[in-house]
């Protein structure tokens, strides 16, 4: 991949940056579902904890009745047990936060590899497409 002044060029790496970005924190969020303490360095449901509300937890209040919504923030709201933890996922599986989110994060990865296609074939373009998927694939 050969890289020039060209404003084009600035243009295409700042998308990729922007959409790497992205998808590295979507699956962030997503680690804190599902990911091994040992390997994200933090427990699971540590957002939660802190009260961080992610895009999962977002996209199931979109899709949750009104009730249930309450009934979660009401959790957040105190300290969050590890039942809270494994209830609160359940909720943002059943009301498809986990799909969305793994969607919109294969959309980023997606904007990220095309706007690497009008580079030439080499070692760095090779690298830089090994790292979207290492961000999209790290370990769980």
Known sequence: MTTSDKPEDHERLKVF?????LAFQIQDDLLDYYGKQSIVGKPIGNDF?????TLPLIHAFQNAEEKKIK????LLKYDVSSKDVSYIIQFV???????YTKQRQNDYAFQ????LNSYENNDVKEALLNFIEFIINRTK
Do not use: H, V
């Open 93 to 99: 599986e059943n009301y498809g936060g986990i799909e």
């Open 71 to 74: 009934e979660i923030k009401k």
């Open 49 to 53: 904890k802190d009260k961080k509300i």
């Open 112 to 115: 990220a590899q095309k706007s």
């Open 17 to 21: 940056g922007e959409n790497l970005g």
